[in-house]
């Protein structure tokens, strides 16, 4: 069975709400692990990749907030 072949009916979440809580949660694992890759430039005192790496962070850290508003809006609307 493919993804692209569920519906809901086995899992109880259709698709698309299913996407957007795996989007959430990617964004947020990304997250943590850039934390680390931050850390081990830090260490090798390469700014330059740490400031590449925070950026990517904050934009984890966004989509994930961005995720989480609308899974938000769409569970408290029924």
């Known amino acids: 069975m493919t ?3 569920e519906t809901g009916d086995v899992t109880g979440t ?3 709400d299913y996407d957007l809580i795996w989007f959430v949660e990617a964004c947020l694992s990304n997250a943590l692990r850039l934390e680390q890759y931050i850390q081990d430039a ?3 005192k390469d700014n330059e990749v740490v400031d590449l790496f925070r950026k990517a962070q904050a934009d984890s850290r966004k989509g994930a907030e961005l ?4 899974l938000r809006s769409r569970l408290d609307g029924g």
């Open 42 to 44: 830090e260490r090798d």
């Open 3 to 5: 993804s692209g072949t």
């Open 14 to 16: 259709r698709d698309k």
């Open 67 to 70: 995720g989480k508003q609308l």
